[in-house]
């Protein structure tokens, strides 16, 4: 039997041994006392056969993963992480089966997620399975025993427009010697951002990629890039070389600001829309600002289709562009294969409208 006594502040205060565990249940009768014992003990009854609840689990693996992982990071992947908690809180773990997982998948792409975003959902849902299972002592996670769908889109991002590029080229100057650099190199614009001139080697016909920025609400942190594969050598160009050559400065200067400090958010976001709106490639957003057509991402994509139509092969793109995975340099290089057989398909169809004939 449990110990009860009275406390200074009123309450009822029972001892009780739970499984090998010294318990204290406080209340103002016994009541309800006894009402939290059970709710207790029927707790304990449910983790055992279900698991611990799915957003006790989430909140320990995220607490460890902020010690871990960059902020970047961090940020990147909020999204995903505040989706996956929000979809599963209140499930216990072992009640998170293939099948409601696999419904949960079907229904982001039906709310118009793209597979890739889909994919991270799921690395983030097996993440804390994982979690479980090393810190609470779980048995099983069922997110390897589910393939995203088939059907759903694939987020393409496309290069600059041969207009665009066309533009750029023919204005490299001021800020688009920054466009110039992320299109002859197919860098990140984090990379672009952290480049040194020491890190521009005109001796070995490289540029060292080995640190990147991101913005912490607004102002520039360096840091290392996220992945091994990130820290690279990307060729100068010839055509880039006297471009960077007419613009060198000081070894720690910064190649993109052109100063002892990388550039701001803003200062990025103000030069980069300032460049394209005198090429005229801009819109408004609505309230009464401008945005840029043309992303510096897309210039990354334009390197590959470059790689991909000079022939250059997909372990050589993959090193230059530091792709993490071969995979994702496979995806691009098989979607620009798609996009080459579509286009030579409707030259073969508009042929053979004209009246030709195969003979």
Not at 52 to 59: A, I, K, L, N, P
Request: glycine residues 8%.
């Amino acid at each position: 039997m449990g110990q009860r006594k009275r406390r200074a502040d009123g309450l009822l205060e029972k001892k009780r041994t739970i499984n090998g565990k010294v318990m204290h249940f406080y209340g103002h009768t016994v009541a309800e006392i006894e009402a939290k014992i059970d709710a207790y003990k029927a707790e304990l009854a449910e983790k055992e056969t279900k698991g611990e609840r799915f957003e006790v689990v989430y909140d320990a693996w995220m607490e460890l993963r902020r010690t871990q992982v960059k902020p970047s990071t961090l940020y990147c992947s909020a999204s995903a992480c505040a989706h996956t908690r929000a979809e599963w809180e209140g499930y216990r773990m072992k009640e998170i089966t293939p099948t409601r997982i696999a419904a949960w998948y079907q229904c982001l792409g039906d709310q118009g997620y793209a597979k890739g975003t889909v994919r991270n959902h799921n690395d983030v849902l097996s993440s804390v399975f994982k979690h479980w299972i090393v810190y609470f002592g779980g048995d099983f996670n069922p997110c390897p025993y589910v393939d995203v769908p088939r059907n759903l889109k694939m987020k393409v991002r496309t290069p600059p427009t041969d207009e665009q590029l066309a533009a750029v080229k023919a204005h490299p100057e001021d800020f688009g010697f920054v466009a110039w650099l992320l299109m002859y190199t197919g860098i990140r614009l984090g990379e672009a951002m952290a480049l040194q001139w020491q890190d521009v080697d005109f001796g070995t016909g490289f540029i060292h990629v080995t640190k990147s920025v991101w913005w912490d609400n607004g102002r520039p942190v360096v840091t290392t890039p996220k992945t091994k594969n990130a820290i690279r050598d990307v060729p100068i160009l010839n055509v880039l070389r006297p471009l960077l050559q007419e613009r060198q400065g000081a070894p720690t200067d910064y190649v993109c600001s052109g100063r002892a400090t990388p550039l701001t958010a803003s200062e990025y976001r103000n030069k980069w829309g300032v460049y394209w709106r005198k090429l005229g490639y801009y819109h408004s957003d609505g309230s009464g600002s401008w945005d840029a057509d043309v992303s510096a991402h897309q210039f990354r994509h334009g390197m590959a289709s470059v790689l991909y139509e000079a022939g250059v092969g997909e372990m050589e793109a993959q090193r230059i562009l530091g792709h993490a995975s071969i995979t994702t340099t496979h995806e691009i290089y098989t979607h620009l294969r798609q996009a080459q057989l579509s286009a030579a398909t409707d030259r073969l169809n508009a042929f053979l409208a004209n009246g030709s004939q195969v003979v």
